[in-house]
């Protein structure tokens, strides 16, 4: 008890530390005493987010009230963030992600793939990849999408077929487990809904004059995604292969799960009218003038009108008010940052040593600096708010067309997920199944990331050529 109480002590204390000092800084020139104050606050809540000596919503709320009780801004601006159309459209997300968890079509829709693609055990690895991908779009939280649905029957896949974590676990559990993990990085980034971050990322990259709509998103994400999707199981099956090769077994599973869930409900039904609505309004989005979050709320009201979610439903899901707290807080410290110009001098600063190359190979370099800075982060959102606005604005000064460099950092974002089992979320749940050693996770996570950065420069970049983003 008393090592965690000093370990949270201790985090608290290098926030304050590394805070106070950059709050003393004298700025560099062209850069004012407002900028290196909000930078030193920003920071303070990066380290306090990573660390977490307090839950992450408590640090961002200090984070919040700092900014406005030392001055750097004003209440209105430093709450600037809760009003911003991106915050609601994540949080509202999460109430929507619930009804597929509340009536438990998520989880018939798993069962439904295991029976036709279960036969195999690859098989059955691309169906719970494929039930990720179709819950991805209106599923922000990865944890709850992840964690919540999937994770639950892979477990039970597993054990089904004899795989116990101390007892056979490469029989299946071992592959289904990295399989699944691996996808959900990829899944996460293939669309702007489907992970907490990509609305952020959204926002910074309209910040400086790069408008990323959800449709844009996806068709940029869809090639090179499906690509990674195909060839990493197959990977997978290959370097870390199942004992068991066919689960002729698994559709009597599957069968026996969907019989005990009867028939598809009432609330069912409306989920899935809801789940096609809105993709449907967030695709003709540009072309009807509405925007993403107005379609989530329309989405919402039905799923409240219908009885689907009841207001103790929203009332009670902590996590997108959590999300509701620390997001607003940093879109916030991100946006002022841009504006009072800390981002462009952070960016012409490194952009005079990276001068002399030319704009793809500084590109491919800061890309992969960006990547596998993550093995330090605990935290995809803190790492997307620490990093991504400054390599953005660099890129774009050294020449790399604007929205080939914001897509890039934003895919890229959500597939360095998988390098460790602290990266993102989900990581610490499948980690936590015991199925797979911590070598192992290391070493494929490392692996998976190179297949996946080699996919989408090479595949990808001339899918975004075709797209006129190259």
Request: proline share 4%; hydrophobic share 55%; charged share 10%.
């Amino acid at each position: 008890m008393s090592r965690v109480f000093n370990k949270k002590i201790l985090s608290f204390a290098l926030s304050i530390i590394v805070g106070l000092l950059i709050w003393n800084l004298k700025p560099p020139e062209g850069v004012t005493t407002q900028a290196m104050h909000m930078f030193a606050i920003f920071i303070f809540t990066v380290i306090g987010i990573i660390l977490r000596p307090v839950p992450i919503g408590t640090f961002a709320f200090l984070g919040l009230v700092l900014t406005a009780a030392t001055k750097t801004l004003t209440f209105e601006q430093a709450f600037s963030g809760f009003v911003h159309p991106i915050v609601w459209l994540i949080v509202i997300a999460f109430f929507i992600s619930r009804g597929f968890i509340k009536t438990g079509l998520g989880e018939r829709i798993a069962y439904i793939i295991i029976r036709y693609l279960g036969k195999s055990t690859l098989g059955m690895g691309y169906g719970m990849v494929l039930t990720d991908l179709l819950l991805a779009p209106a599923i922000p939280s990865v944890t709850a999408r992840v964690g919540g649905i999937i994770y639950p029957i892979v477990n039970s896949l597993a054990k089904a077929f004899g795989s116990e974590p101390y007892s056979h676990p490469r029989r299946l559990g071992s592959f289904l487990i990295k399989v699944t993990f691996q996808g959900s990085v990829i899944t996460s980034g293939m669309f702007l809904t489907s992970m907490a971050g990509n609305p952020l990322i959204a926002d910074i990259a309209e910040g400086i004059g790069i408008h990323i709509t959800w449709g844009g998103w996806v068709l940029a994400a869809s090639i090179p995604g499906l690509v990674c999707l195909g060839i990493i199981p197959l990977f997978l099956y290959k370097f870390y292969p199942p004992e068991i090769k066919e689960t002729p077994n698994a559709r009597t599973f599957a069968d026996k799960k969907l019989k005990e869930m009867g028939k598809v409900r009432s609330q069912e039904w409306v989920m899935i009218f809801s789940f096609v609505l809105l993709i449907t309004l967030w695709i003709l989005g540009p072309f009807i003038q509405m925007k993403a979050v107005i379609a989530a709320l329309i989405g919402l009201v039905v799923l409240l009108l219908t009885a689907v979610l009841s207001w103790d439903d929203v009332i009670k899901e902590k996590g997108a008010w959590n999300t509701l707290m620390w997001f607003a807080t940093l879109i916030m410290m991100a946006t002022f940052l841009n504006k009072l110009g800390l981002t462009t001098w952070f960016s012409g600063y490194v952009k005079g040593h990276v001068q002399g190359f030319p704009w793809f190979t500084a590109f491919i370099i800061l890309s992969l600096v960006y990547f596998y800075s993550h093995y330090f982060f605990a935290s995809i959102v803190a790492h997307i708010g620490s990093m991504y606005s400054a390599f953005l604005v660099l890129m774009v000064a050294l020449g790399a067309p604007g929205m080939f460099a914001a897509l890039t950092l934003g895919f890229l974002s959500n597939l360095m997920g998988g390098l460790t089992h602290y990266a993102c979320g989900p990581a610490p749940i499948y980690f936590g199944s015991s199925y797979v050693k911590v070598t192992d996770w290391w070493k494929f996570g490392f692996y998976a990331s190179i297949i996946n950065i080699v996919i989408y420069f090479t595949v990808g970049s001339v899918w975004w050529r075709l797209l006129g983003h190259l």
